[in-house]
């Protein structure tokens, strides 16, 4: 196994770029290490863990400022020391990512479908535009305008999504059945982008297959596990928000999101425990 899938972030890049693709490696620790029992971390565990990342703490210290602005962290501090905690609707994110990524369940044809109907004032724009962010975090597709869709078995997600978000006054949910007209094939295809979700799937395959294949058989050094699965997971778990579970017979042959997602199984079985190892001899220090 190697530790090149660390997500080192060119210096060239500009300075708001890295601190954006240093969020999620941030907010993948904290889901990781930072929730049960005291849900916090202090700052110098922080910055050593993302300096194993090949991430320096000034722009760890950065990035973690954007996030306390954004009320995803707030400061904490615990005995004297200085530290962040998820704020508790971060939390409340992080309970339901764990679904989503680690016990994903597929539609099937039979669970139907859930319909979001939206009609949003002009003054009130920026509540479409949070509308339409957290429908596609959930997944859903565009039917038409104002009207999205989803495999029914997220009906009772989405449900509590848009009430926890203060949205529900703006929409109507429905569950229901495609009787007519036109191939649901051809409709998929119309409501998801599946051409860029065979790209995201690829690209995981691609980057990851290689460090599933140089595993030893014997369980990886704690730090070289830490460097490929902290990475990987950030990498891994937008795919699950971006594409809901389909219907397997309503895909193209040989969807890359079975194999994308064997892959992901493994490698958390695989380099999971090692690196809690990791970072656990860190978040105590």
């Known amino acids: 196994m190697t530790a090149r899938t660390t997500q080192t972030i060119p ?3 500009p300075a708001g770029e890295r601190e954006v693709r240093h969020a999620p490696l941030i907010l993948t620790l904290f889901g990781l290490y930072a929730r049960e029992g005291h849900a916090w971390m202090s700052v110098a565990s922080l910055i050593a863990l993302m300096a194993d990342l090949g991430v320096e703490g000034r ?7 954007r996030m306390k602005r954004r009320e995803v962290l707030r400061a904490e501090r615990r005995d004297g020391v200085a530290g962040y905690a998820p704020a508790e609707a971060t939390l409340q994110t992080l309970a339901e990512g764990d679904v989503r990524i680690f016990r994903r369940t597929r539609a099937v044809r039979e669970d139907g479908w859930v319909l979001v109907v939206f009609s949003v004032p002009e003054s ?5 535009h949070e509308l339409r962010t957290v429908l596609t975090r959930l997944g859903f597709g565009t039917a ?9 078995n997220l009906a009772a997600e989405t449900r509590r999504t848009l009430e926890r978000r203060e949205l529900s006054a703006y929409a109507d949910l429905f569950t229901g059945d ?18 860029e979700l065979t790209g995201l799937y690829a690209d995981f ?4 297959g290689p460090v599933r294949d140089a595993a030893p058989e014997r369980a ?6 830490f460097r490929s699965y902290v990475p990987m997971l950030t990498e891994w778990r937008r795919l699950p928000y971006r594409d809901p579970g389909l219907p397997l017979d309503l895909l193209p042959p040989q969807w890359k999101g079975v194999a994308a997602a064997e892959l992901f199984e493994r490698l958390d079985a695989l380099l999971r425990p090692a690196a809690a190892a990791h970072a656990a001899a860190l978040v105590r220090a």
């Open 124 to 128: 009130e724009r920026e509540k479409r």
């Open 205 to 208: 395959l691609r980057r990851y």
């Open 178 to 195: 495609h009787v007519a007209f036109g191939d649901p094939r051809e409709k998929i295809r119309s409501w998801w982008d599946l051409d």
């Open 11 to 13: 210096a060239s890049a």
């Open 220 to 225: 990886p050094e704690p730090l070289e596990a």
């Open 144 to 152: 038409a305008s104002g009207v999205w869709v989803a495999p029914g």
């Open 59 to 65: 722009a760890v210290r950065s990035s973690v400022s």
